[in-house]
């Protein structure tokens, strides 16, 4: 029987980015610059809260925004109009960013001007969550219309995030969602994820979410001057 070598792909491909990941995460000490990995399903409201995020943030701490499509510019013109530093990634097709791609985003921000560089990442909850960016903390979106099941769907997109934001609430009332429940299935998958309920539409849990958010920018800063 012929023999053959096998490859592990990608077990390859991970390991190359990780390897990249942290040299992301160097440069962004070196620089001081936190960078937030922003994920989400496509219509979970991830531009939305990012808009009120800005809104909240942008007077307190200099912020950056790199927003990433497969193609299109319509969100990153959404956030330039409020007149932060923002670049448009375009995937070429692919459904995730990695390292290396956010390292060529930073360099192409400008990035050390910034205390706070956001990365709103392509819009699903497999891809995303499989390639480290490089990011101090990972974020991302629930929706209420989504179902309160998503975290057993998903387990590794809520495995890997720091914060879990559970949007839309204002619809409650109108699905089948338990808020309970959902907390308890996001525990399941991290018993350390800080879970936020917001509404970007109304703004509701918008203060509580940009007051976590700063306190991580500024504890991150104190932490890099030692």
């Not at 990941?21 to 990012?50: D, H, I, Y």
């Amino acid at each position: 029987m012929e023999k053959f070598k096998v490859l592990e792909i990608k077990q390859s491909v991970f390991a190359d980015n990780d390897r990249r990941a942290e040299e992301v995460r160097t440069t962004l000490k070196e620089k001081k610059v936190f960078l937030l990995n922003l994920m989400a399903s496509p219509g979970a409201g991830k531009t939305t809260t990012l808009v009120r995020t800005i809104e909240h943030l942008k007077e307190k701490i200099r912020i950056g925004v790199m927003e990433a499509d497969i193609d299109s510019d319509v969100d990153a013109q959404t956030v330039a109009g409020l007149g932060v530093k923002t670049i448009q990634l375009h995937t070429g097709g692919m459904c995730h960013l990695d390292a290396d791609m956010t390292m060529q985003g930073l360099d192409g921000l400008q990035a050390e001007d910034t205390d706070l560089v956001i990365l709103e990442n392509v819009g699903n909850l497999v891809c995303p969550a499989e390639f480290d960016t490089g990011a101090v903390k990972n974020a991302m979106i629930l929706s209420v219309p989504e179902g309160d099941d998503k975290p057993l769907k998903y387990p590794l997109m809520f495995s890997v995030c720091d914060v879990v934001l559970i949007n839309k609430i204002d619809v409650m009332p109108y699905f089948d969602f338990d808020m309970e429940r959902c907390k308890e299935n996001i525990r399941k998958r991290n018993p350390k994820a800080e879970i936020i309920p917001v509404s970007a539409k109304t703004g509701e849990g918008i203060e509580a979410w940009c007051k976590w958010l700063q306190r991580e920018v500024e504890i991150f800063k104190e932490v890099e001057k030692v």
